[in-house]
C-alpha cells in the first residue's frame, strides 16, 4: 500500500486504491489465522479506511515518539535508500511526476502551507508526522475506536515488559507465560549522521511557525501533551494562551 496507492489517497482515486486494497485483504485472509498482527507505515498514508470496512473489530496500537527523533531517523533512512536502492525508491504518479515510495506525496493540503520556501528532508518529515498524527486522532474519533486504542510511549514502553504484557492481553492474544521476555535484534537506523538537537529543533519551530494552529490543535491533549516535547510542536501564541490557561504541557 505504498506506492501508488498512497498518491491515489491524496488525489482522491477511490477505484485503483480500492482495488490495491482489495489485493491485500486477500493476503490478510489468506493466512486463516486467529490473530493477524500488522505494523505499517502506510497505514494513515492511503488504506485506513477501506481497512477498517473490511474489519470494523480491528484494534490499533498508536505509537507516540519525539518528533526531533522520529523524523531525524526517518531522514537518515531516506538517506541511505536513495544512496543504495534507488531503483525502486521513488515512483511515477498518474500524473507524470516522481514521488518518494514511502512518504505522503507533498500534494496534500498541509504542504501549501511551504509553496516557495524549501524544506530540508527533515522538516518534511516533521510536516509529515504532523498530518499523520492529525489523521490518527480523526481516524480514532470518526470510529468511535478510542476505546480500542492502546497507546504506547517509545523508546520507554517497548522496554517494559509488563507494558508489552498489558499490550498482548489488551489484543486478546493468549501468554504461554506470565510475562514477555524482551530479546532479539533491534532495528537500528543504519548510519548515524543525526544533526544535533539544536538544530533540528530549530528547524522544527521553523515549520510550526508557518503552520495554521488547526494543524497543532492535537498537541495541547494527551497522549502527546503528556510529554514535555510537545510544548515544541505549538506556536508562540498557542503556549502562551495555553500557560495562561494553566494548561502548558511539562
Given at each position: 500500500m505504498f506506492g501508488l496507492p498512497i498518491y491515489d489517497r491524496t488525489h482522491g482515486h477511490v477505484e485503483p486504491l480500492r482495488k490495491a486494497w482489495n489485493t491485500k485483504r486477500r493476503g490478510?485472509?489468506?493466512?486463516?489465522?486467529?490473530?493477524?498482527?500488522?505494523?505499517?507505515?502506510?497505514?494513515?498514508?492511503?488504506?485506513?479506511?477501506?481497512?477498517?470496512?473490511?474489519?470494523?473489530?480491528?484494534?490499533?496500537?498508536?505509537?507516540?515518539?519525539?518528533?526531533?527523533?522520529?523524523?531525524?531517523?526517518?531522514?537518515?533512512?531516506?538517506?541511505?535508500?536513495?544512496?543504495?536502492?534507488?531503483?525502486?525508491?521513488?515512483?511515477?504518479?498518474?500524473?507524470?511526476?516522481?514521488?518518494?515510495?514511502?512518504?505522503?506525496?507533498?500534494?496534500?493540503?498541509?504542504?501549501?502551507?511551504?509553496?516557495?520556501?524549501?524544506?530540508?528532508?527533515?522538516?518534511r518529515f516533521v510536516v509529515q508526522w504532523i498530518e499523520l498524527e492529525n489523521r490518527a486522532q480523526a481516524f480514532l474519533d470518526r470510529y468511535d475506536k478510542r476505546?480500542?486504542?492502546?497507546?504506547?510511549?517509545?523508546?520507554?514502553?517497548?522496554?517494559?515488559?509488563d507494558r508489552i504484557t498489558d499490550l498482548l492481553r489488551f489484543l486478546g492474544i493468549e501468554l504461554r507465560h506470565a510475562s514477555v521476555q524482551l530479546e532479539g535484534k533491534q532495528n537500528r537506523t543504519p548510519g548515524d549522521r543525526r544533526a544535533s538537537d539544536e538544530l533540528l529543533l530549530a528547524e522544527l519551530q521553523e515549520v510550526i511557525e508557518r503552520l495554521p494552529a488547526k494543524h497543532l490543535d492535537i498537541f495541547t491533549r494527551p497522549p502527546y501533551s503528556e510529554f514535555a516535547w510537545s510544548k515544541f510542536l505549538l506556536k508562540k501564541t498557542q503556549a502562551g494562551l495555553s500557560a495562561k490557561a494553566g494548561t502548558s504541557p511539562a
Open positions: 490478510i485472509l489468506s493466512y486463516h489465522t486467529k490473530w493477524y498482527i500488522e505494523t505499517n507505515h502506510a497505514f494513515l498514508m492511503s488504506f485506513a479506511d477501506l481497512a477498517i470496512e473490511s474489519f470494523p473489530d480491528m484494534k490499533l496500537v498508536h505509537v507516540v515518539r519525539n518528533p526531533l527523533n522520529v523524523c531525524a531517523s526517518q531522514a537518515e533512512r531516506l538517506r541511505f535508500i536513495e544512496r543504495y536502492l534507488f531503483p525502486v525508491s521513488a515512483y511515477r504518479g498518474r500524473n507524470g511526476r516522481w514521488y518518494g515510495r514511502w512518504s505522503l506525496t507533498g500534494d496534500e493540503p498541509i504542504f501549501e502551507q511551504f509553496v516557495g520556501h524549501e524544506l530540508t528532508s527533515f522538516q476505546d480500542e486504542c492502546f497507546v504506547l510511549h517509545t523508546p520507554g514502553d517497548l522496554n517494559k515488559a
